[in-house]
């Protein structure tokens, strides 16, 4: 009996991390203008531990959810991570994307129909980008 409670202790956590709360349609509304003219406002579709963003000009971008539980929070934080399928436009672009990362969408899940995001850099996580709203379609 002491081996089925110390398996269950030890395997379930890996269990709850991938189950992800999240799935089916949200609309992104970023609270800042977008000063590069990228698409204000888009779709995610999310299934399972994928993605997709639909962005208004018809364009879809898929990417990979990673949860990462932090030390001193007791709820992990979910990252949105872009599939990297195109080079840099140029050089400049380029060693930017080195030292600061890609840029991620950063949120806790949970049962709501509206959570709360912010855009990051994925090497530089204390840098806030924008802020917004993820809300789920119906």
Known sequence: MK???IAFILFYPLYQYN?????????????????????QNYIITFRGSTYTK???NG????????RVTQVDKNSPV???IDA?????KNYLDS?????????VIEFKESEKDTLNFRLTYYS????????????KVK
């Open 95 to 103: 060693s930017f994307n080195k030292s600061f990362g890609d840029v």
């Open 19 to 39: 189950n992800f709360k999240i799935s089916g349609d949200y609309t992104v509304i970023l609270d800042k203008k977008n000063r590069n003219k990228i698409s």
């Open 3 to 5: 081996l089925i409670i």
């Open 124 to 135: 530089n996580l204390h840098i806030t980008i924008n802020t917004g709203k993820l809300i």
């Open 59 to 66: 364009k879809k971008i898929n990417g990979k959810i990673v």
């Open 84 to 88: 990297k399928d195109y080079p840099s």
């Open 78 to 80: 979910t990252y949105l």
């Open 54 to 56: 639909e962005v208004n």
